[in-house]
Nanobody, 124 residues
Framework: QVQLVESGGGLVQAGGSLRLACVASGRTFSSYAMGWFRQVPGKEREFVAAESRSGGATYYAGSVKGRFTISRDNAKTTVSLQMNSVAPEDTAVYYC?????????????????WGQGTQVTVSS
């Protein structure tokens, strides 16, 4: 069992930066690929970024590539999402997720554990 707790959300002006963090419980953090997803009311949860177990591979949605950076610290069982040059369309609840099995990391399907989410609001 893995518990994920996100933090770092809040209100930020367009063009600003925000850093989200997700702390995982348990001693097997390095066994999980980690992902960030976001969701707005009435829409499906969408992929933002993901990182492989070792951190050797990262993946980004086209809408955030070049602006967001995912990183993990296996020693601290933490995955972060650095969000730069944010825009109003980045407003959403952001979730981190953990996946143990090998597979596609850019879809919510297959992730085993989810955090409770943290709200990010970008004002124009």
């Amino acid at each position: 069992q893995v518990q994920l707790v996100e933090s770092g959300g809040g209100l930020v002006q367009a063009g600003g930066s925000l850093r989200l963090a997700c702390v995982a419980s348990g001693r097997t953090f390095s066994s999980y690929a980690m992902g960030w997803f976001r969701q707005v009311p009435g829409k499906e949860r969408e992929f933002v970024a993901a990182e492989s177990r070792s951190g050797g591979a990262t993946y980004y949605a086209g809408s955030v590539k070049g602006r967001f950076t995912i990183s993990r610290d296996n020693a601290k069982t933490t995955v972060s999402l650095q969000m730069n040059s944010v825009a109003p369309e980045d407003t959403a609840v952001y979730y981190c997720a953990a996946r143990r099995t090998i597979g596609v990391l850019t879809t919510p399907r297959g992730y085993d554990y989810w955090g409770q989410g943290t709200q990010v609001t970008v004002s124009s």
